[in-house]
């Protein structure tokens, strides 16, 4: 049974930083690229970075830069390394596959800037 579990969220000031983790259990995590998405308060879930089996990114235009996904095989893992955040960037974060599949949406994990 494929699940995605999102952690290290949080609140953070305008700057700061977060690195967010995404525990993928199946094999799926292998098969698939992966990526990670958001959704902010009244608006649709969209795109933040996403990560090929081979290891190449792409980023969402408004967070190049500033954010890097990242893929941990050997522990089935998928990380966002969020650097000087902004409000903008407050949403609760969800990872996926990529193109997403609907019934592997997790919990997500909250992330919040503000002063």
């Known amino acids: 049974q494929v699940q995605f579990v999102e952690s290290g969220g949080g609140l953070v000031e305008p700057g700061g930083s977060l690195r967010l983790s995404c525990a993928a259990s199946?094999?799926?995590?292998?098969?698939?690229?992966m990526a990670w998405y958001r959704q902010a308060p009244g608006k649709q879930r969209e795109f933040v970075a996403g990560?090929?089996?081979?290891?190449?990114?792409d980023y969402k235009d408004s967070v190049k830069g500033r954010f890097t996904i990242s893929r941990d095989y050997a522990k089935n893992t998928l990380h966002l390394q969020m650097n000087s955040l902004n409000p903008d960037d407050t949403a609760l974060y969800y990872c996926?596959?990529?193109?997403?599949?609907?019934?592997?949406w997790g919990q997500g994990t909250q992330v919040t800037v503000s002063s």
């Open positions: 996926n596959t990529r193109p997403s599949i609907r019934k592997y």
């Open positions: 199946g094999s799926i995590f292998r098969e698939f690229p």
């Open positions: 990560v090929t089996q081979g290891g190449i990114t």
